[in-house]
């Protein structure tokens, strides 16, 4: 569809393309309004997650450094971060945090781990088969089996 004719063009028609342009600019502000609400909403979304990862890795900070006798010097050396920036990390957290963090992975550490029957594999069937001195069947060219003694 061409935007300039060559012939006269009717009132109707003149009314039609005012329409379909004022149609597609409702529908692209729609669309960027739409954008715009799912960017921001993704971002608030992205800046809670930074937060909770924030506070969890302080939480981390001051637990290993009370594990460890809050000896930042060691930590530092362990983890190779600057022993500063690791009590600077931890300094918000408080103690009864840090206890209450330790407390619940002991609990975990303490708790039986869950143990899953295994399934015998097939190498080891046949290697136990063959251990036990039993010989294995033998197939014949004409499909029979024959011992292997």
Avoid: C, Q, W, Y
């Amino acid at each position: 569809m061409s935007t300039t004719s060559a012939g006269p063009v009717s009132a109707a028609d003149l009314r039609r393309r005012v329409r379909a342009a004022e149609a597609l600019k409702a529908k692209t502000r729609e669309m960027a309004a739409t954008n715009a609400l799912s960017a921001r909403e993704a971002a608030v979304n992205a800046a809670k997650a930074k937060e909770e990862a924030d506070a969890t890795a302080r939480e981390a900070t001051a637990v290993v450094l009370r594990l460890f006798g809050n000896d930042a010097e060691l930590v530092s050396e362990l983890l190779g971060v600057p022993a500063e920036e690791l009590e600077r990390e931890a300094k918000p957290v408080t103690a009864a945090r840090a206890k209450e963090i330790i407390e619940s992975l002991r609990a975990r550490a303490e708790r039986p781990r869950p143990t899953r029957a295994r399934k015998p594999r097939a190498d080891a069937a046949e290697a136990a088969s063959s251990a036990s001195g039993i010989p294995a069947p033998v197939g014949t060219a004409d499909g029979s089996r024959a011992d292997a003694s």
